[in-house]
């Protein structure tokens, strides 16, 4: 399942993240261990992808298979949202390819 997960994200920043009216990139999120310690990076609950299309913020989570969108990823599609952002919530490449059309950024 993490393959088809980060092959979905791949196909969408490949797709859509170079027009010349966007810019998308992955957001990286957990911990990691430096000198004995665990540090973590990136926003709880942020989207799998974050970027910027016509000017407007945009962030997509991507889930697959039985993956459920958890609190703390709801609670950031609000705040998006709020703060005029787009969020999608994806489960394949075609789902964004249909969202993304039916916006007018």
């Given at each position: 399942m993490a393959k088809e997960h980060s092959t979905i994200i791949s196909q969408i920043i490949k797709t859509f993240g170079n027009l010349p009216h966007s810019y998308l990139w992955s957001?990286?999120?957990g911990v990691?261990?430096?000198?004995?310690?665990?540090?973590?990076?990136?926003?709880?609950?942020?989207?799998?992808?974050?970027?910027?299309?016509?000017?407007?913020?945009?962030?997509?989570?991507v889930k697959v298979g039985k993956d459920k969108w958890r609190d703390d990823q709801k609670a950031f599609c609000e705040r998006i949202k709020k703060a005029g952002g787009y969020y999608?919530?994806?489960?394949s490449v075609d789902d964004f390819v249909d969202l993304y059309?039916?916006?007018t950024f």
């Open positions: 957001n990286q999120t990691s261990r430096t000198g004995g310690r665990w540090i973590p990076f990136g926003e709880k609950g942020s989207p799998d992808i974050i970027g910027c299309i016509r000017g407007q913020f945009i962030g997509v989570e999608f919530l994806v489960k059309h039916s916006i």
